[in-house]
Every structure is written in C-alpha cells, then in structure tokens.
C-alpha cells in the first residue's frame, strides 16, 4: 500500500468528531415494508420503496426471464446496448406519462447530470432552487451555465433574476418536484407562469412523485395540473418503480436532442433487460393497482396525525412519502435514530452536509407495504425516543 497523506486521517477524524461519519450497513429488503439487518427484521422507514415493488414476485420473475438475454448491455444504447426490453421500456414509460418520448439513463443521477449541460452551457442562465437534489445542483456546476439560486418562497426575486438574464441566451429553471430532504412541494404552477412569461425551459425533476403522486401516479406537474406546461420531466426507475435507472419525459423532438447531446447516456452503458424489464413490470402494477398509491397517502396522513397528537414537534409539511423531523443537531438526530433503530425501526439520521448545518433531521420515508398499525407503532416509538424538549410532556 502507498503511504496515505495526513490530510486523509486528519479529514476522517474531523468527520467522526463531528458525528457526521457515516457507517456502512448491510441490508436485505424485504417485502411489506421491512428490511433485515444482522438476522433482525426491522421496519423500513428509510428507502425510498414507497411502492413496495423492489421486492414484488411480479416484478422479480420478469427481471429473472429476461436474465435469460443477459446480465449486461454490452456497450451504450448508441452502440449495442439498446435491448428490446430497453426500447419496450422507453414505450412504456412515455405512455405511462403521457408524452410524445421518453429517454433512458443508468440512473437518475446520471439523467440530471446528462440532461442540464445538454439544455444550457457559458452564457446561458441556470435558475436552480436551493433545496434541489445534488444531482441537479452538479449538472448545474457542470454545464458551465451562470447558476441563479433562488428560494421557492421568494419567487418575485426569481422573476427578477429572470427579467435582468441576457435575454438572447438560454434560460432554464430546475426544481425538485418534491424536495428530498423537505418532503415538500415546488409550487410549480407559479414556476410555470414564470417560465412561460420569461420563455425558460422548465425541468421538474420527479424522483420522489413518480407513482406516488398524481391521479395515475405522473408525480408531482400531475398533482398540479401543469403536465403540459413543463419542458422536462426527469425521473428515477429506483424509488417507486423498484429497479434502477433514470429518465427524461418530454416532446420527441427533445427526447431526440438528448439521445444525441445527454453524455451521460452516450458514453455508459445502457441499462440491463432484467432492470428494463422489472420497471416494465413494475409500471403495469402501478397502473393496475392505484390502491397501492391511496394506502401510501393514507399511510402519510395517518403518520402526521399520530404525530401530531402525541405533542412531536418539528415535523415539517408535505403531501409525499416523505415525513422529516427537524432535531438540529447531528448528534441527537443520531441518537434518536439509535434508540429507534434498538425498537425495531430503520428511520434515517440525515445530517450535514446532506442538510444545512443545525437542521440535522430524522426523515421517514413511508410505503404502501406499511400497516396502520405500523405507523402508529412508529410515532410512538419516536415520541419516546426524542430528548424532553422535542415532545410535549405532560
Ligand atoms: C434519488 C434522486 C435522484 C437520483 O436517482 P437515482 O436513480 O437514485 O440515481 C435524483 N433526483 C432526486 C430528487 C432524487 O431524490
């Protein structure tokens, strides 16, 4: 082994120090919900398996069939790699939301980091929410673009942002469509008159509202009526749909742009069949049993509630899968997240730089795989477990 510089162990020691250090765990999912870490079956409120699917027989037996045609694609889709599960999978998902096309890429990381840099590059503007997913935030970084953040409850200084941007260059706006870390919404409809009044391109990016929000589960422009009026609609195959991969939903004439400008999916590998044929799958189910969505709904509004009415306190908004409590601190989140951990449930201790310093949080992600009766065991366990001052004592 080379001699590692001090820099290395000095950052590692910082990092443990500051209770930031994150430890590496294996886990098993498994179906309703649950998860198994060292032989013990925990509840799962921490993967983003709002549907339940990734363990879904359904979905398994065809990814095994299409094993049968190979593990790997063997080169990128311009080369080999665009299988016939791929290109099925490229119909089924433009129909699944309702647009012209549809493009595939290895992960939805890889469809923000190829898409942003193919839309805008030097002297174009970029106007990105602040809360946006770090993968929009480095396909911002990485087109070279003027980047413009803006607050999302401030949006009269984006409007001006966007009046005093060169106007002979390219403007586009990019959001979450609900915020990963927030579980809150864009409020894309005023996001649309902007982008319509200042003719921006507008990408919602909607990895944590495909299947899970909308009346057949678009997401998030679905769930504000504003499908036909955003550019792009970016999504992941890996939360509610189970598999992995990413997309980009748009008109054919982008769709065809981007097949031949997004580097990220002309220089790696295409998606596997099994992947292309588990999502395939996986869409059907999504379309065919929408009480999979309702119960998940439910299963929110239930959590809130339990919540709420044992005196917990910073519990953020939303309408998603997505229930954050704010604890501040790094090290209280995580202590909480041990005593959870203890009775039984998986919650996730998001800490810095994930979050803003001092806004460390629990985030419980929730499934349609979880019970009433889970849920309510959950709040519970969390009202006991945080320190006095978080919960109403009587
Ligand atoms: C998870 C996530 C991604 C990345 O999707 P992967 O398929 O896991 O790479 C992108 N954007 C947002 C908002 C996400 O939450």
């Given at each position: ?7 290395l162990s ?23 919900g ?12 921490s ?17 095994a069939?299409?094993?049968e ?21 490229e ?24 898409t942003v840099?193919?839309l ?7 106007f ?23 607050e ?23 959001t979450?469509?609900v915020?990963s ?35 057949t589960?678009?997401?998030?422009c ?12 970016v ?10 991969g ?24 295409a ?10 799958e ?10 999979r ?10 959590l ?6 044992l ?9 998603g ?7 501040h ?14 009775d ?5 201790a ?14 419980i ?23 006095a001052?978080?919960?109403l004592?009587d």
């Amino acid at each position: 082994m080379r001699v590692e510089p001090n820099w290395l162990s000095e950052a590692l020691c910082h990092l443990d120090g500051s209770h930031l250090l994150r430890e590496k765990r294996e886990v098993e999912l498994l179906v309703g919900g649950r998860c198994r870490i060292d032989s013990r079956n925990l509840l799962d409120f921490s993967s983003n398996n709002y549907l339940d699917l990734a363990r879904d027989p359904g979905v398994l037996s065809a990814a095994a069939e299409a094993v049968e045609a190979g593990l790997g694609a063997g080169a990128s889709p311009l080369v080999t790699g665009r299988s016939p599960h791929y290109r099925l999978l490229e119909e089924t998902l433009a129909e699944f939301e309702g647009t012209p096309a549809a493009l595939l890429f290895p992960t939805g990381f890889a469809a923000n980091l190829g898409t942003v840099p193919a839309l805008v590059g030097r002297d174009d503007t970029v106007f990105s929410d602040r809360d946006n997913h770090a993968s929009l935030i480095d396909g911002c970084r990485l087109s070279r673009a003027r980047i413009h953040v803006y607050e999302r409850n401030q949006l009269d200084d984006l409007d001006t942002a966007l009046a005093s941007s060169p106007q002979q260059h390219r403007r586009l706006i990019v959001t979450d469509g609900v915020f990963s870390m927030e579980g809150e919404l864009a409020p894309l409809a005023d996001l649309c008159e902007l982008a319509d009044a200042h003719e921006a391109m507008l990408l919602v990016d909607e990895a944590h509202a495909t299947g899970v929000l909308g009346d057949t589960g678009r997401g998030s422009c679905q769930w504000h009526g504003v499908e036909d009026r955003v550019t792009f609609r970016v999504g992941t195959l890996s939360k509610a749909i189970g598999s992995s991969g990413g997309f980009v939903a748009a008109s054919v004439n982008w769709i065809e742009y981007l097949w031949n400008t997004a580097r990220t999916q002309i220089f790696s590998t295409a998606l596997s069949p099994a992947s292309c044929a588990a999502a395939i799958e996986a869409l059907r189910l999504i379309v065919a049993e929408p009480d999979r969505r309702q119960v998940l709904s439910q299963r929110g509004i239930q959590l809130r509630s339990h919540l709420t009415s044992l005196g917990v306190e910073g519990v953020l908004d939303g309408a998603g899968p997505i229930v954050p409590i704010i604890l501040h601190e790094p090290e209280t989140c995580l202590s909480v997240a041990r005593k959870l951990f203890v009775d039984g449930f998986l919650v996730a201790a998001i800490r810095p730089p994930t979050v803003p310093a001092g806004t460390a949080r629990l985030r419980i992600s929730l499934s349609s795989g979880h019970t009433e009766d889970d849920v309510a065991r959950l709040a519970e366990a969390v009202a006991i477990a945080l320190p006095a001052s978080s919960a109403l004592r009587d």
